[in-house]
Each structure stands twice: as C-alpha cells, then as structure tokens.
C-alpha cells in the first residue's frame, strides 16, 4: 500500500456561513481525510484564510483545481514543497502532584512552553510550534498523566517577500466589507 503524502493547502476565502462546508465537502467527496485546519480572519477585510493539511496522493492538486471554482474561494493554493514557517498551538492539562510539580515545570522550560494555569492537582500548559515539538512534549508529559489537551491545527505561511496567496487587489477585486452597511452577523436586533 501506496503511503499518503501530506498536503499544506492555503485558500483564502469569503468570510459568510456555509464556506466551510462546501471546501470540505470537496475534500470528502475524494476520500481525503483533514488532519488538522485552521480559519481566522486574514489581512483583508471580509476575508478568511483557512489552512488545511490533508492525507493525499497526487490527486490533491484535481481537489485544489475543483475547490477554485467554488464561487467563495477567492484564492487557493497547494504550498506543501515550498519553503514555509509552521506553527501549531496546543492547551495540555497534566496531573501535577506535589512531588512531580517541579519536574514538569523543567519539561516546560526546556520545550520553551508556558504554564498558564495552575490548579491544585493539575497545571494547563500552553506549547507552540512545529507539530513535532508538541507530539515530543505530549509524549513527555503522558508520564506524569495527560488529563487532556487540545491543539489548534497548523497554521502556515511561504517564507519571503511574497504573500502566500496573492493581493486581492492583483485579482482585480473591489475590496471586500466585513460586515456590510455596519450590520454584524451576530447582532440581536
């Protein structure tokens, strides 16, 4: 059996409900499983950067070609061999007794992580960075008794001077309003 490469895709979309489901309707009408993704508002208004990494042969590149004629998808791109920075963000809840406190503690230094939650019986960890780095702490960590822990999925930029998407004014769109005429999507009005 063939092993599947990992795919860091990029998409800059519109930011209005339903976007999300119709790109990853796509991805499941191939049989591709997402790994992990990422949305967040990008640098332009009323826009959405989303960041997936998905288990796919070469295939990928036919689901990035169906997904940029989504009317939404404004810009996507496949940057998996390109030069990039990665980064993922992790929340660990580890049992933390009174002899094994300052052990942890150690371990979080060296990963360069933080302790932002201390309780009793437990501290919240919080660790940043490639996806390798966090799997080693977790593993670490699994000694002294994980109670749970939630990672962001990755989030990813082509490193240089050019953006990984291209500027939406280079598309020849007008620029996007967030929220049109000052309404929000959440108002309760």
């Known amino acids: ?9 990029i998409a800059l979309v519109e930011d209005k ?12 009408q191939r049989s591709f499983n997402i790994e992990s993704l990422a ?19 070469t295939d990928a590149d036919q689901v990035v070609k169906q997904l940029d004629k989504v009317v939404d998808v404004v810009e ?8 990039i920075v990665s980064r993922e963000m992790a929340l660990i809840k580890v049992k933390a007794t009174a002899e094994n ?9 060296i990963f360069r992580a933080e302790i932002i939650d201390v ?7 919080e660790v940043t960075g490639p996806d390798d780095k966090i799997d080693a702490m977790f593993d670490l960590l699994e000694n002294y008794g994980v109670v749970e822990m939630v990672r962001t999925g990755r989030v990813a930029l082509v490193r240089g001077p ?28």
């Open 162 to 189: 050019a953006s990984s998407t291209p500027d939406i004014h280079e598309l020849g769109e007008e620029p996007f309003e967030r929220y049109p005429e000052g309404e929000t999507p959440y108002s309760s009005e």
């Open 17 to 28: 409900p339903g976007v999300l489901n119709r790109i990853a309707s796509k991805w499941r």
């Open 119 to 125: 309780g009793p019986e437990s501290l919240i960890v």
């Open 101 to 109: 406190r300052s052990l942890i503690i150690e371990i979080v230094h």
């Open 39 to 57: 949305v967040g508002h990008s640098e332009t208004a009323g826009l959405s950067r989303m960041t997936f990494v998905v288990d796919a042969n």
């Open 1 to 9: 059996m063939r092993e599947l490469r990992k795919h860091i895709i």
């Open 76 to 83: 996507i791109r496949d940057i998996s061999d390109e030069t």
